[in-house]
């Protein structure tokens, strides 16, 4: 079993930045792809960015420039760096987790553990 917790949401500005972090238990993270999501009132949750057991990252089209997908092992943590934020950008974040596999996962149901998510408010 594996719990996350995400920390680092909030509200800021057009063009203002932010970093959210996704601490997990347990004491296999680095078996683990980290992935991170968003859900805006009335839209289904998205694919933001990944970062495999190995340090692959991908990124969606829409952040891609903007946000950083970072982990750190020794911490048990994964991070978003989140940079020139957009009002679009608005949504509730949650980083997941599942068990390493080939492929990176840009679908919310391929993984098996959730965070309970963060908000992050854009204001233009």
């Known amino acids: 079993q594996v719990q996350l917790v995400e920390s680092g949401g909030g509200s800021v500005q057009a063009g203002g930045s932010l970093r959210l972090s996704c601490a997990t238990s347990?004491?296999?993270?680095?078996?683990?792809?980290m992935g991170w999501f968003r859900q805006a009132p009335g839209k289904e949750r998205e694919f933001v960015a990944v970062?495999?057991?190995?340090?692959?990252?991908s990124y969606a089209d829409s952040v891609k420039g903007r946000f950083t997908v970072s982990r750190d092992n020794a911490k048990n943590t994964a991070y978003l760096q989140m940079n020139s934020l957009k009002p679009d950008d608005t949504a509730v974040y949650y980083c997941?987790?599942?068990?390493?596999?080939?492929?990176?996962?840009?679908?919310?149901?391929?993984?098996?553990?959730w965070g309970q998510g963060t908000q992050v408010t854009v204001s233009s």
């Open positions: 347990g004491r296999t993270f680095s078996n683990y792809d």
């Open positions: 997941a987790a599942r068990p390493r596999r080939l492929g990176l996962g840009t679908r919310p149901s391929t993984y098996a553990y």
């Open positions: 970062i495999s057991w190995r340090a692959t990252t």
